[in-house]
């Protein structure tokens, strides 16, 4: 019996020394989630409030939250050798206590759909298999299900979302401006090259393993860079949100001032489907002219319009406010106004504006805007530490959750009538 006992005993301590090691080895380096709440002193409409809920969270890019609530956050570089951070609240008080790393790659992109997480690293997407309580079943045994997209470390985040029908989207970003390919010369090819394999959205089958960029459909082209999108079940279709070319003063100094190249070309909002085109490099829209513009690359002088129609944008924006974040609110804890509508991050600076790292809201009505866009949580630059908003999520309670990707905040917004 005292053989069993001190046999038992070791057991017991290796059992809590093995769960001390693991909890530690899954505290993230400078991560931090809140023992308390913190107010986040964001400035939002009258009735809701902001909090932060952890810190630290170095390169938080796109974020995805579980029916159960737990919050994975994906990075665009490694901790601790690890590029997504799953953060649980274990006694239910809305305090995040417990946080794990996984995923060996960094990146954008991240979903939930279904019973899966998805996550982008900045050439495959992977997905893993979600137990009962929304967690990762095997965090080390992801599946690749695309391989090998277009990387040339510009633009080459891989955002991604699905449609709840077998269907994963995902961007390839253009590595070049303006389709400019030779440095000497300020007239670009055309037809521009590029657009076989970057510059728009490949849609791909959630299930399939090992799918190559030529096995995936090319569902919409001519969209420079989209790192902002999400699917709007309302309506069951795509929205994007377009970074837009720059460089129009700096390239083209006979046609732009200095003051038009900060002010155009704007960013944009599209509702694509199979075929959408939206004309990049060969046009950019000017929301003061409210028309699409020839570039200069294809004979453009600021003024000349398009010679060719292709599809006018859902939404403009002012330029270089760099959307990197899109959410169609569809919970119940906010206002009426909010339902359906649109939540995009900005991640960018406004000439316009003279203001920027917000976040805006565009309402919506059967999946068009029915309403100007508003900024809607503005003062993320709070005291002048830099905080660039990028990722969204809602929460199951209807909270909506954002992320800073530069120095790692991460705040949940809530609203309660007064």
Same mark, same amino acid.
């Given at each position: 019996?005292?053989?069993?006992?001190?046999?038992?005993?070791?057991?017991?301590?290796t059992v /809590?020394?093995?769960?001390?090691?693991?909890?530690q080895?899954? #505290?993230?380096?400078?991560?931090?989630?809140m023992?308390a709440p913190?107010?986040?002193?964001?400035v939002l409409?009258a009735?809701?409030?902001s909090?932060?809920?952890a810190?630290?969270? &170095?390169?938080?890019?796109?974020?995805?939250v579980?029916?159960?609530g *737990?919050?994975?956050?994906?990075?665009?570089w490694?901790?601790?050798?690890? *590029?997504?951070?799953y953060?649980?609240?274990?006694?239910?008080?809305?305090?995040?206590?417990q946080? !794990?790393l996984? $995923?060996?790659y960094?990146?954008?992109?991240?979903?939930i759909?279904?019973?899966?997480l998805?996550?982008s690293?900045?050439?495959d997407?992977y997905?893993?298999?979600l137990?009962?309580?929304?967690?990762?079943?095997h965090?080390?045994q992801?599946?690749?299900?695309?391989?090998g997209?277009?990387?040339h470390?510009r633009?080459n985040s891989k955002?991604?979302?699905?449609?709840?029908?077998?269907?994963?989207y995902?961007?390839?970003g253009?590595?070049?401006?303006?389709?400019l390919?030779?440095?000497?010369?300020k007239?670009?090819?055309?037809?521009?090259?590029?657009?076989?394999?970057?510059?728009g959205?490949?849609?791909?089958?959630?299930?399939?393993l090992?799918?190559?960029? %030529?096995d995936?459909?090319?569902?919409? @082209?001519?969209?420079?860079?989209?790192?902002?999108?999400?699917?709007n079940? !309302?309506v069951?279709?795509?929205?994007?949100m377009?970074h837009?070319?720059?460089?129009?003063?700096? /390239?083209?100094?006979?046609?732009y001032?200095e003051?038009q190249g900060?002010?155009?070309?704007?960013?944009?909002?599209?509702?694509v489907?199979?075929?959408s085109?939206?004309?990049?490099?060969?046009?950019?829209?000017?929301?003061?002219?409210?028309?699409?513009?020839l570039?200069?690359?294809?004979?453009?002088? %600021?003024?000349?319009?398009a010679?060719?129609?292709?599809?006018d944008?859902?939404m403009?924006?002012?330029?270089? /406010? &760099?959307?990197?974040?899109?959410?169609?609110? @569809? $919970?119940?804890?906010?206002? &009426?106004?909010?339902k359906?509508?649109?939540?995009?991050?900005?991640h $960018?600076?406004?000439?316009?504006?003279?203001? $920027?790292? /917000?976040?805006?809201f565009?309402?919506?009505k059967? %999946?068009?805007?029915?309403?100007?866009w508003?900024?809607?949580?503005?003062?993320i630059?709070l005291e002048?530490?830099?905080?660039?908003?990028c990722g969204?999520?809602q929460?199951p309670? *209807?909270?909506?959750?954002?992320?800073?990707?530069?120095?790692?905040?991460?705040?949940?917004?809530?609203?309660? #009538?007064?």
């Amino acid at each position: 019996m005292k053989k069993i006992a001190i046999a038992s005993g070791f057991f017991l301590i290796t059992v /809590l020394v093995s769960f001390v090691a693991n909890a530690q080895a899954g #505290k993230a380096k400078g991560i931090q989630v809140m023992a308390a709440p913190v107010d986040a002193k964001l400035v939002l409409p009258a009735g809701f409030s902001s909090t932060i809920v952890a810190d630290g969270v &170095a390169g938080a890019r796109h974020i995805a939250v579980s029916r159960q609530g *737990g919050i994975y956050i994906k990075l665009a570089w490694l901790n601790e050798g690890k *590029g997504i951070v799953y953060l649980k609240d274990t006694n239910h008080d809305g305090l995040f206590d417990q946080q !794990q790393l996984f $995923g060996n790659y960094p990146g954008t992109g991240i979903c939930i759909r279904d019973n899966y997480l998805y996550a982008s690293s900045n050439d495959d997407v992977y997905r893993y298999a979600l137990d009962k309580n929304g967690e990762v079943l095997h965090p080390d045994q992801p599946e690749k299900i695309i391989t090998g997209l277009v990387n040339h470390d510009r633009d080459n985040s891989k955002s991604i979302t699905t449609d709840g029908k077998g269907h994963i989207y995902v961007n390839v970003g253009s590595y070049s401006n303006s389709c400019l390919l030779d440095p000497n010369s300020k007239k670009a090819p055309n037809p521009c090259p590029l657009l076989d394999s970057v510059g728009g959205i490949w849609q791909f089958n959630t299930a399939k393993l090992n799918q190559h960029q %030529g096995d995936g459909v090319h569902y919409a @082209t001519g969209f420079k860079n989209v790192v902002g999108l999400d699917w709007n079940s !309302q309506v069951n279709a795509l929205y994007i949100m377009e970074h837009n070319r720059g460089q129009l003063h700096e /390239l083209y100094p006979e046609y732009y001032t200095e003051e038009q190249g900060d002010l155009t070309a704007a960013e944009t909002m599209y509702k694509v489907t199979k075929g959408s085109t939206g004309g990049w490099p060969y046009v950019y829209y000017d929301h003061f002219q409210h028309k699409q513009i020839l570039s200069p690359e294809y004979g453009g002088d %600021g003024k000349k319009t398009a010679t060719k129609k292709y599809q006018d944008p859902t939404m403009a924006f002012p330029a270089h /406010l &760099a959307p990197n974040g899109l959410l169609f609110y @569809t $919970g119940n804890q906010f206002p &009426a106004k909010y339902k359906n509508g649109a939540f995009i991050a900005f991640h $960018g600076r406004s000439a316009q504006l003279k203001k $920027g790292y /917000l976040v805006a809201f565009v309402p919506m009505k059967n %999946g068009q805007p029915s309403g100007p866009w508003e900024i809607f949580a503005d003062n993320i630059m709070l005291e002048k530490e830099l905080h660039k908003p990028c990722g969204l999520a809602q929460g199951p309670d *209807g909270s909506l959750y954002v992320t800073d990707d530069t120095n790692g905040r991460i705040y949940k917004i809530s609203y309660k #009538k007064g």
